[in-house]
């Protein structure tokens, strides 16, 4: 039986306000004959896999079912980035109004000293303005929620704070709270009510100004999804200086076909990808394998768009463009890893979820015991309505937020960047932690690390030389050479005569001396080969992982300079650390599968997979996932991204490049390994403080429920309960500012 074609369709979808919304859409869209759909909050996407030749409309129509909206994919400039801004100023507002409106309110309620005659109606003034319109973004999600049949954070807040202002227009306009003159004063006694004296507009009011701020910093922290794709797609070069009728013409890379032969000049970037014509180089392949070294290239040899030439002057002739380069395929793994990583549902949603049903049918079998008891239905009412409102707890609104804020802004201090409450979800689970090896574990530069002197030659010499002629060249192995010798002797001597043998090394005069410099082929060429003892040592440096640079002058081979990248001093410790948080360490690396084995045995990692090109690195991390292994991974190169994306849990070194920092979940602004180990522990840390704090949020409430359903919730008890909830919550949450950074043992 043969396949049914399949193609791929993402829309854009609008009106999600959480995780579960997500959730929602993606059930309701894969009951769809032969669909198969995710659905991702952060980026507001779904990607689907249709049969060929699918409608759209009916997937478009499916989510409006749902009660959302959405729409195929627009290709135009930054506009969604003017959109999310735009949602973010609206929401903004309402966060300003809100705090502005509440804060007297609540004062008002709290403070005797600050009820005058007609305090009561003030209130409502200032309260209503606060549930109804800067309230509305929850009320809207609950009605799509309770239409849905399910419940989430913002069916608690809707219906708390709206029962609580409902009940307080019922006490002000037919009880006895609108009289002038009158006062809540604080008693901590127990005592039946009839609940037409009592308003709770501070109740309504501080609920929505809470739960409102903290959407906003979550919503501001989700800003930058899909930054990633745009600093990938930088990396490119914006023009390209083509040879038409032998003269070079410069247009837009847009405009470049299959089969133009184009320049490329020492420090440009490559326009596309291509095979080299004529001319010889060394390009800086970093942004495919993360490698420091520049790969030697010439005729016939293929060279990536992106990638930057270093060497001579290049002709190409171009292979692929626009969405077939391995760039633009590398900005559609990033997208796919997003698009594909599932939001995780907010703990306050979870608890939500079971809490607001429990706590409505509480409220209505309060009202039906009531009335079955022979009371009167105002009676009962106000123990109904009451039980809703206590079940609203304030400091549910700062449970997160709080958290979030402290924990970030000391994260911030250690040079830990969080980017938003789904990740600390991912931290508690990681069992796996993956490293990318240059720029990550070493240093990502080049280092002289040995000096093998021939028969009759000094160090000194040997370097004065060598370092003497590597400074005119920009090859990054001869500016190791050249840095090192300098440091070391001071001032070196200017090079006469320098010629570059692309590939091979250099030559020139130093001192009167013929020098050449550069591999152990172009000394032998030049009638120098390297004696036994200094084969031997370049035989074992090179056997480590290492480059040997060979060096002769005046007709004979005097020594060998070996050069490596080299770890960092605290990469170890880091490593011992992450194994400490029961994480297993993995070394992931482009680099040839020797060079990974000395770094790995180094460090102390066990299991090594080299030799990578960036969608090997993302289907490592997933078969490590497929395994069942939660994985966090740790790197800092353009070839990271797509791997930072798809891991459970990405990591990115700030000191390395955009494009890895945007895709990651958590970004360290030091290049200390050790930081990526205090990122881990500090967001575990945070994701036990928000639990903590969930659960004082709902317990104090929780407690009140049986006074309020006996009908002897005592309106300033319930504030004050309220009120210490609120207190208990920040104050646990600043308790977060004590974490001290491994470093500081």
């Known amino acids: 039986m043969s396949a049914v074609p399949e193609s791929r369709i993402e829309l854009e979808i609008a009106g999600m306000t959480c995780a579960s919304c997500a959730a929602r859409i993606e059930k309701k869209l894969n009951r769809l004959d032969g669909v198969a759909a995710t659905v991702n909050y952060a980026t507001e996407k779904a990607a689907l896999t249709v049969p060929s030749g699918y409608d759209p409309q009916r997937l478009i129509a499916a989510v409006e079912q749902a009660g959302y909206t959405a729409a195929l994919p627009q290709h135009r400039e930054p506009a969604p980035e003017q959109a999310a801004d735009h949602e973010l100023a609206a929401l903004r507002s309402r966060v300003i109004t809100a705090l502005g409106l509440a804060t007297p309110v609540i004062a008002m309620a709290m ?43 913002d069916t608690l807040v809707s219906v708390g704070t709206l029962a609580a202002f409902l009940w307080s227009l019922y006490a002000l306009f037919l009880g006895t709270a609108g009289v002038p003159g009158m006062h809540d004063r604080f008693e901590l006694s127990v005592r039946p009510s009839d609940g037409a004296g009592n308003i709770y507009l501070e109740v309504a009011a501080g609920v929505t100004l809470f739960v409102l701020a903290g959407r906003y910093f979550e919503k501001r922290s989700k800003r930058t999804a899909g930054a ?55 390009v800086d ?13 010439g005729a016939g040899d293929g060279v990536t768009g992106g990638t930057v030439n270093v060497g001579g002057r290049l002709v190409l002739r171009a292979t692929r463009v626009g969405d077939d380069t391995q760039l633009a395929h590398m900005a559609k793994s990033v997208e796919e890893a997003q698009s594909g990583k599932a939001g995780v549902q907010r ?46 707890p304030c400091a549910l609104g700062l449970a997160t937020p709080t958290a979030l804020l402290v924990g970030t802004g000391r994260a911030a201090q250690l040079g830990v960047l969080i980017n938003g409450p789904e990740v600390l979800e991912s931290t508690r689970r990681v069992d796996t932690v993956v490293l990318d090896k240059t720029g990550t ?84 060429d030049c009638g120098q080969p390297l004696d036994p003892d200094l084969s031997v040592g370049k035989e074992r440096a090179e056997a ?6 060979a ?36 070394l992931l690396t482009g680099d040839n599968r020797g060079v990974a084995k000395r770094i790995a045995n180094e460090v102390g990692i066990a299991q090594v997979i080299a030799e990578t090109m960036p969608a090997d690195k993302v289907a490592a991390i997933k078969r490590l996932q497929a395994e069942g292994k939660v994985v966090a991974m740790v790197g800092d190169g353009v ?107």
Request: charged share 15%; net charge neutral; glycine share 10%.
């Open 111 to 153: 403070i005797p000293a600050l009820q005058f005659r007609y305090w009561q109606w003030a209130s409502l003034v200032l309260a209503a303005p606060v549930v109804v319109w800067a309230g509305r973004p929850f009320h809207t999600a609950a009605w799509a929620n309770l239409k849905h049949g399910t419940a989430t954070m």
């Open 228 to 282: 990633a794709l745009r600093a990938l797609l930088e990396l490119g070069a914006k023009d390209v200086a083509v040879l038409r009728d032998g003269a070079e013409t410069h247009i837009p890379v847009d405009h470049l076909t299959v089969g133009d032969q184009f320049v490329v000049r020492p420090g440009e970037k490559v326009a596309t990808d291509g095979v080299v014509i004529s001319g010889s180089s060394a």
């Open 285 to 297: 392949v970093s942004m495919l394998t993360g490698e420091s070294v520049p790969v030697e290239v």
């Open 347 to 392: 703990l306050a949603d979870r608890i939500s979820g079971v809490f607001v049903p429990v706590v409505i049918g509480i409220a209505v079998a309060t009202l039906g015991a009531w009335l079955a008891f022979g009371f009167p239905a105002t009676a009962a009412l106000t123990a109904a309505v009451a039980v809703l409102i206590i079940a609203c």
């Open 441 to 524: 574990v070493t240093t990502g530069k080049m280092t002289l690390v040995d000096v093998i002197g021939g028969a009759g030659t000094d160090r000194a010499t040997l370097l004065r030389y060598a370092g003497a002629l590597e400074d005119a060249s920009e090859h990054p192995i001869a500016q190791a050479i050249a840095k090192a010798a300098a440091a070391e002797l001071g001032h070196l001597p200017a090079a006469e005569g320098f010629t570059n043998s692309e590939g091979s090394g250099v030559r020139g005069t130093v001192d009167g001396h013929a020098v050449v410099v550069g591999r152990a082929s172009l000394l032998a």
């Open 544 to 549: 480590e992982g290492k480059t040997a640079v």
């Open 551 to 586: 060096v002769g002058w005046d007709g004979r081979a005097r020594g060998v300079l070996v050069v490596a990248d080299t770890v960092k001093p605290t990469s170890a410790e880091a490593v011992r650390q992450f194994r400490a948080l029961g994480l297993t360490p993995i």
């Open 639 to 745: 070839n990271d991204a797509a791997a930072l994306a798809t891991a459970d849990l990405g990591v990115a070194m700030g000191t390395g490049t955009d494009v890895a920092i945007q895709a990651a979940d958590l970004t360290v602004t030091r290049g200390d390994l050790r930081a990526a180990v205090d990122a881990i522990r500090l967001s575990r840390r945070t994701l036990t403080t928000i639990k903590a704090n969930l659960f004082w949020a709902f317990g104090y409430n929780i407690a009140a429920i049986p006074l309020a359903a006996l009908g002897m919730l005592n309106p300033m008890l319930a504030g004050a309960a309220m009120a210490f909830s609120s207190v208990f919550v920040v104050a646990n949450s600043l308790r977060l500012r004590s974490f001290t950074s491994v470093t500081a043992s």
